[in-house]
């Protein structure tokens, strides 16, 4: 059987490599004196005019939104929540996408990072 000489050059490739693949790998495999480098955390990736203490925010409105999704949207701001029914009960929320937030408090304004928004929830439904 003889084989052309594109044939050939494809198996020469394809040998080339999978020579290749597998001296990579067992070079990995046979340097156990280097450490692996570590992964920068985001803080320390972070432009530092960023993670400098941020002035008020403006309070999102969050009103109409499944729960899940205003929680997240209060996080990014840089705001806490607090659940509450109509009642003005605290809420034990086990799934936050069973409710939709009805009210919250404060509405508008601005706020200092890390303050509190009492948002009022009812069972989606």
């Not at 280097?34 to 432009?47: G, I, R, Y």
């Not at 530092?48 to 109409?64: C, S």
């Amino acid at each position: 059987m003889r084989l052309s000489a594109r044939t050939g050059a494809a198996a020469a490739a394809a040998a080339l490599a999978a020579t290749l693949l597998v001296a990579g790998c067992s070079a990995d495999a046979d340097s156990d004196d280097a450490a692996p480098e570590a992964t920068p955390t985001a803080e320390e990736t972070a432009d530092p005019e960023e993670t400098e203490e941020a002035g008020p925010v403006d309070v999102p409105d969050v009103t109409n939104l499944i729960l899940e999704t205003a929680q997240g949207n209060l996080l990014r701001a840089g705001l806490e929540a607090e659940v509450v029914d109509e009642s003005g009960a605290p809420v034990t929320v086990d799934d936050a996408t069973t409710f939709t937030v009805t009210a919250q408090d404060p509405s508008e304004g601005t706020l200092e990072p890390g303050e509190t928004i009492t948002l009022t929830v009812a069972p989606r439904g």
